[in-house]
């Protein structure tokens, strides 16, 4: 059990070395704790022998290990009053009647990570889980036309295709075969079913065929392969001095890209609980700087996981907060 100073000082090193990126000296915390320096020391000495804190190589000062870290989060995070300025640009996305829900999340999730340089995820109801409702076409111009697809949860994705020399009224055809024939399959299911009941006979209605089966074809392949993971902000691991080293991003973005990883680390669940988790570290299973802090939501249609990613010296209280309103909102 820690010492009312020693809890006073490891959180005033955390809190620091979240804001600053750099080992906290003994001065800087006299200043803070009107202690003497002498008291200081012996105290970052014991925390640092208990396993709390670590002394880098370049500096006399000390940051949090990953120990330190689990006992800041669990005994003296001050969580406070979410700020006034993230909650009301998520209020503002929460309360336009025009976006669905899926649209809702990525929008709130690409707030949160432009506000905190953080790298949010968001994992939806599997493929299986969403039905094919309708599909639908809008021409760009005279060689591009946007696919959209939507399904029975309320998820709605479009993709730019590029046609050479096809006639639109071919493209809509098309359309109109798919939404009569496959309706009501699972996402996952429908480029097997375009295999086997459209592509057989689609020749016998649409005379450019082959070009336009092929575009529709990738379309579902990649909503199948990308429904229900995304990923915003990846590039926010740049920002962050822990992340320097060329070796180290490789090995973040490798494991970001890998759907099956990121599936794994937020379907991971320590007490099967929707309630906000913190995965700190070697724990994240991404690397050993890194902290997953994730939620998960469930609506009468819907459910699924999001989860914000960034180093082990993250603003906690900020994060927390922040996926707690976003969940309240997604489940109301």
Do not use: W
Not at 132 to 158: M, S
Not at 196 to 222: L, M, S, W
Not at 258 to 269: C, F, G, H
């Amino acid at each position: 059990m820690l010492t009312k100073r020693e809890n006073n000082i490891l959180k005033l090193i955390v809190d620091e070395y979240i804001h600053l990126a750099k080992p906290v000296s003994s001065k800087l915390l006299c200043k803070k704790l009107k202690c003497s320096s002498a008291t200081i020391r012996n105290d970052m000495k014991s925390l640092e022998d208990m396993g709390f804190l670590e002394k880098t190589h370049t500096s006399s000062g000390r940051i949090p290990s990953e120990t330190g870290y689990r006992y800041y989060v669990e005994n003296l995070l001050d969580r406070g009053k979410m700020k006034n300025a993230d909650m009301k640009r998520l209020e503002i996305i929460f309360s336009n009647q025009q976006l669905a829900l899926s649209d809702c999340i990525s929008k709130s999730l690409q707030v949160v990570s432009d506000m905190t340089s953080y790298t949010s995820i968001v994992l939806g109801s599997s493929s299986h889980e969403n039905l094919l409702k309708k599909i639908e076409v809008v021409p760009i111009n005279e060689t591009e036309i946007t696919v959209i697809v939507v399904t029975d949860k309320g998820h709605v994705k479009h993709k730019v295709v590029k046609l050479e020399d096809v006639d639109l009224d071919e493209v809509k055809k098309t359309v109109d075969l798919i939404n009569n024939l496959i309706i009501g399959t699972p996402i996952d299911e429908v480029s097997i079913k375009l295999e086997y009941d459209i592509k057989p006979i689609i020749g016998k209605y649409v005379n450019q065929h082959e070009q336009i089966y092929n575009a529709f074809y990738h379309v579902f392949t990649d909503f199948t392969e990308n429904n229900n993971v995304n990923i915003v902000g990846k590039n926010k691991f740049l920002e962050q001095p822990e992340f320097s080293n060329v070796e180290k991003i490789k090995g973040i973005y490798n494991k970001l890209d890998n759907n099956d990883i990121l599936r794994k680390i937020t379907s991971t669940s320590k007490n099967n609980s929707s309630d906000i988790e913190i995965y700190i570290g070697e724990e994240s299973q991404i690397d050993e700087d890194v902290t997953i802090i994730k939620t998960s939501y469930k609506t009468k249609t819907d459910k699924g996981t999001i989860a914000i990613v960034g180093p082990k010296r993250m603003e906690y209280d900020r994060v927390i907060n922040m996926l707690e309103f976003i969940k309240e909102n997604i489940e109301r």
